[in-house]
């Protein structure tokens, strides 16, 4: 008689290789998805720096250009106007449009007495 002794570790159930098999794919599934969002984010940081860096060109640019204006702008008057074929305007008109907006009817009341 032989002696067989069957361990449980010896053991394979019927459902046990498509389980593996699921949960090999679940894992390889997270890490892709682990590796896209740890790209994803330093793809996004370097977007970012080259935003500041580009926004900081701007800003000295624009910074430049203000600058000039008002160094040009100190010394308009009306004759450079003039020159530049600017003249006064003479016939002014102006329109007093009549809105609701910041106006409260408010009926005369009589005083106490």
């Known amino acids: 008689m032989m002696n067989k002794k069957v361990h449980a570790l010896a053991i394979e159930y019927q459902w046990e290789h498509a389980l593996l ?10 890490i892709c998805g682990y590796l896209y969002f740890v790209a994803a984010s330093v793809l996004n940081v370097i977007a970012r720096k080259e935003a500041d860096v580009r926004s900081a060109r701007l800003e000295t640019s624009i910074g430049m250009l203000e600058r000039r204006y008002f160094s040009l702008s100190q010394g308009l008057t009306p004759q450079t106007g003039n020159a530049l074929g600017l003249s006064a305007i003479t016939d002014q008109s102006y329109v007093y449009r009549h809105g609701n907006i ?12």
């Not at 910041?102 to 007495?113: E, H, K, L, V």
């Open 102 to 113: 910041g106006q409260a009817d408010i009926a005369p009341t009589q005083a106490a007495i």
């Open 21 to 30: 098999r699921a949960l090999l794919i679940v894992l390889a599934l997270l």
